[in-house]
């Protein structure tokens, strides 16, 4: 399970289900960690909320996930820009999925090739996106 990554998809702490149409009881962390114990060393994070928004990332909750936690973190949902990358890198979010901003050019090549987070781009699965091979670990 080491090389498998479990997506949560959450709003308000809460683990979404059914597509997001409704929203569990179940909080996110102690999900996480039920996926931890069960040897998953990766989530990727979705706030609903943000998805596709490109209002910022939900930095609070994934970095209460990465802390409390103590696993690898892919933030996913709201990225709009190189501040938000810079913002999640500070925080030290392990990665971040890149959607939306990609498709409306709002991020580029030149704006993840030098970050020391990985940048998973969230794409149309087209072997000319220039986005398909960036990313680096330090």
């Known amino acids: 399970l080491s ?3 479990v997506g949560i998809d959450a709003k308000n702490g809460k683990v979404a289900i059914k597509g997001w149409e409704s929203v569990s009881e179940l909080d996110a962390v102690d999900f996480a960690l ?3 114990k069960a040897g998953v060393r990766t989530i990727i994070y979705t706030d609903i909320s943000k998805d596709g928004m490109l209002c910022g990332p939900n930095i609070e909750k994934t970095t209460e996930m990465m802390i409390k936690t103590d696993m690898k ?3 996913s949902g709201g990225v709009s820009c190189i501040e938000d990358l810079c913002r999640l890198e500070k925080a030290g979010i392990y990665g971040v999925l890149i959607g939306k901003a990609i498709y409306e050019k709002k991020i580029q090549e030149k ?3 030098f970050r020391n987070i990985f940048c998973f781009p969230y794409c149309c699965n087209d072997s000319r996106c220039i986005f398909h ?3 680096n670990e330090t």
């Open 3 to 5: 090389k498998i990554s």
């Open 133 to 135: 091979t960036v990313g």
């Open 111 to 113: 704006d993840v090739s």
């Open 34 to 36: 039920t996926m931890k």
């Open 73 to 75: 973190i892919v933030a």
